[in-house]
Nanobody, 125 residues
């Protein structure tokens, strides 16, 4: 079993930055892809970024290319999402997810087995 706890959300002005963290516990062999998704009010959950825990593959949503960086700290079992140049449309609850296998590609929410509770991000204009 894998447990995920997100932190780092909050209120930021447009153009600002936030760094989200996901603390993972459980067997690292179960992690597969670790990704970030977001869900805005009234909208479906959408992919933000993902990485393969064992290394070698990163994925970003087109809307986040050049504005987000996903990284991992193996020693601390954490995955971070650094977001810059934030826009009001980035406002959402951000979720950490894990457990999608290599062949899923990392961007399909249905492929993930484990989810955190989410951390809210609000970007004011």
């Amino acid at each position: 079993q894998v447990q995920l706890v997100e932190s780092g959300g909050g209120l930021v002005q447009a153009g600002g930055s936030l760094r989200l963290s996901c603390a993972a516990s459980g067997r690292t062999s179960s992690y597969g892809f670790v990704g970030w998704f977001r869900q805005a009010p009234g909208k479906e959950r959408e992919f933000v970024a993902a990485l393969l825990w064992n290394g070698g593959r990163l994925r970003y949503a087109d809307s986040m290319v050049g504005r987000a960086t996903i990284s991992r700290d193996s020693a601390k079992n954490t995955v971070s999402l650094q977001m810059n140049s934030l826009k009001p449309e980035d406002t959402a609850v951000y979720y950490c997810a894990a457990g999608a296998d290599y062949y899923s590609g990392g961007s399909n929410a249905n492929a993930y087995r484990y989810w955190g509770q989410g951390t809210p991000v609000t970007v004011s204009s």
